[in-house]
């Protein structure tokens, strides 16, 4: 088993397949099976690690070109780190005629793929 943020990824040159997730950090890939570790049973130094109630989220992933052409890293941010979306009511802004933030616009731009903000 190895650690790992948020993905790990089993490739050829011209495929693969990835296994991305929210909070977990355990991978194993042995005889064609790719393992995540979901809790530890270590009882030190915490006797309580790992006990009770546990959520977390994964996904698969399958991508037809080698690691380096897929978008498995910003796929897996955006698994993480999902765009949330507030919606600003017009009648809270009576006196503007746009409300802040409407409409469409950029922060940042970024020509490289492997650039991630």
Known sequence: ???GHKFADLSEYNFG?????????????KAGTMSLSLLRSSKSPDEEADMGSHTFRYSIL??????QESNVIQSS????????IIELSQS???NNQNPPLCGE??????????IVI
């Not at 399958?62 to 690691?67: G, I, K, Q």
């Not at 941010?77 to 949330?84: A, Q, R, V």
């Open 77 to 84: 941010f955006s698994f993480n780190k999902p765009l949330h």
């Open 92 to 94: 809270k802004y009576q």
């Open 62 to 67: 399958s991508h037809t070109n080698s690691f």
């Open 17 to 29: 397949f990835s296994l991305i997730n929210d909070c977990k950090y355990g991978y194993s890939t």
């Open 1 to 3: 088993e190895v650690c």
């Open 105 to 114: 616009f950029s922060l940042f731009t970024v020509d490289d793929p492997s």
